[in-house]
């Protein structure tokens, strides 16, 4: 049941794309090397699929901003975001859905990882496997410590890289976005890629976004691109729940010295500058890492500890943020 999902999704982003897709499919059975290799093999020249590319540009572009269509079955949805990669964004998402989970048993929560390029939901949330199919042609998505997940990793082999044109990226966030059974959820967290570009913006314009948060470190270079990332959602009209401070400070286990070893309270800073507020600091432990690589994130591996609870604290803050629910 799991092989037609990453086959049909990969197939529609590079017909609707009219590109070439440069993506190392999974071994099934029945489709061997000339079946792939006519599935993703190029099928023009280079200069055909620029011009089809440019076509798809500008029809994309005359019809004007999107219309927002809600996910079926999802009645919020929280992006996570950063400016600036490697601050740690992706594991503040897992654990962060894991908290919203937590703070209250009888809500459902969901985690979409439209990391395209470089999804690493997988691997943290402990989850491998192809999506099963429904008998509506949508995908199901994998589930662990009471998460529903989805990610293009689960679409494609880990090691495999995607080497995609824009237009196909956006055509596979489009199906992540629309082909995929949530079934009833009360929270659905969005595990942006971080920037300001295609997907963050195809995000936006698409569906209804109760409320984005950004993620930074203190340091000055993450500061400059979290601003950005917080002007990006403020021109296309989402409201920005606020900034939390990740590896804020590192305590020594030994002598319990404390070092903030990327600056002090620069986040806090960039929330008085942006008027927004501060949901929480998260401190450089590790702990923090080495469970969310194992799959067994900090929220569940050691709730009592005080990685876990600046998680659980933030997941808090983020719902009493939320406009109040549709019925």
């Keep these: 049941m799991g092989t037609p999902a990453w086959r049909c999704l990969l197939r529609a982003a590079r017909l609707s794309a009219g590109g070439t897709a440069l993506v190392a499919p999974r071994r099934v059975p029945g489709c061997g090397p000339p079946a792939c290799n006519a599935l993703f093999a190029d099928s023009a020249s280079s200069s055909s699929r620029d011009e089809a590319l440019r076509d798809k540009r500008a029809q994309i572009l005359s019809r004007g901003l999107p219309k927002q269509k809600p996910i079926e079955g999802v009645k ?8 600036k990669g490697g601050v740690g964004k992706s594991t503040t998402a897992v654990n962060v859905a894991l908290a919203l989970a937590a703070n209250d048993s009888t809500k459902e929560v969901g985690l979409l990882d439209v990391d395209i390029y470089g999804p690493s939901i997988p691997k943290m949330m402990n989850l491998k496997g192809n999506p099963e199919l429904t008998p509506k042609n949508l995908m199901r998505p994998l589930k662990n410590y009471g998460v529903a997940c989805m990610s293009m990793g689960f679409l494609i082999e880990e090691t495999a890289p995607v080497v995609w044109r824009g237009l196909m990226v956006m055509s596979a966030v489009e199906k992540l976005l629309r082909q995929v059974d949530w079934g ?13 570009g ?7 314009q ?10 930074s470190t203190p340091q000055d270079v993450a500061l400059l691109d979290a601003r950005k990332g917080t002007e990006m959602f403020r021109k296309v009209h989402v409201p920005v729940l606020g900034l939390v401070q990740n590896m804020s400070v590192f305590q020594c286990p030994k002598c319990k010295h404390e070092t903030h070893i990327f600056g002090a309270d620069g986040v806090r800073d960039l929330a008085k500058t942006l008027g927004l507020d501060i949901l929480g600091d998260i401190p450089l432990h590790v702990n923090i890492r080495e469970t969310c690589d194992s799959g067994q994130p900090v929220v569940i591996s050691q709730p009592q500890s005080d990685a876990a ?8 803050e983020i719902v009493r943020r939320l406009p109040k629910p549709p019925a």
């Design 76 to 83: 919020q949805v929280v992006v996570l975001a950063s400016g």
């Design 184 to 196: 009833q959820l009360d929270y659905l967290v969005i595990d942006m890629p971080p920037g300001t």
């Design 198 to 204: 295609d997907v963050q913006l195809s995000v936006s």
């Design 309 to 316: 609870k600046a998680y659980l604290k933030i997941a808090l």
């Design 206 to 215: 698409n569906i209804p976004i109760a409320g984005a948060v950004i993620v």
